[in-house]
């Protein structure tokens, strides 16, 4: 029957898409952390610029600011963005729901003051 020819073809393209692509790891979402979100949130997440210049993002430092929010909204202003996309664009093409899930949870909520968010997997230093 036709229908059950397209079945293969659905689940194939579902494997595809963000929700089944390879998961990034923690060490790669650090990595696109420095890349996307620095010049925003600071390289250590704390919104401070290197001259201590306030860059107008969210301090992910700021524990009790950070406890205030859900996992799940957080997660959500990443997929979506802030305000269309013009005070903070949004990143649901890059990182699915699992990957924003887990830099929120291994990476910003473990941001410390003064200590930049790279990848320590394959720093020597
Ligand atoms: C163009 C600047 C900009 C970029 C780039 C940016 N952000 Fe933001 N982000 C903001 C601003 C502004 C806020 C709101 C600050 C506030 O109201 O406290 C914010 C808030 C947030 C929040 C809190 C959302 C909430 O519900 O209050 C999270 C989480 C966040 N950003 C994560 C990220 C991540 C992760 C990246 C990189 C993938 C990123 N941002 C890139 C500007 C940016």
Do not use: W, Y
Not at 24 to 44: E, I, M, P, S, Y
Not at 84 to 99: A, R
Request: proline share 4%; charged share 25%; with cysteine.
């Amino acid at each position: 029957m036709r229908m059950v020819s397209f079945l293969p073809a659905l689940l194939a393209a579902g494997a595809l898409g963000a929700q089944g692509a390879p998961v990034k790891t923690v060490d790669d979402l650090r990595a696109f952390f420095a890349q996307n979100c620095v010049k925003c949130h600071g390289a250590d997440g704390s919104a401070l610029g290197p001259e201590g210049k306030k860059l107008g993002g969210r301090d992910f430092t700021d524990a009790k600011r950070m406890a205030a929010d859900q996992d799940a909204d957080l997660v959500k202003a990443i997929r979506k963005g802030l305000f269309f996309g013009m005070v903070m664009p949004s990143f649901k093409g890059q990182l699915s729901e699992e990957e924003a899930g887990l830099l929120v949870r291994e990476v910003l909520r473990k941001a410390e003051k003064g200590k930049a968010i790279v990848p320590v997997g394959g720093a020597a230093r």
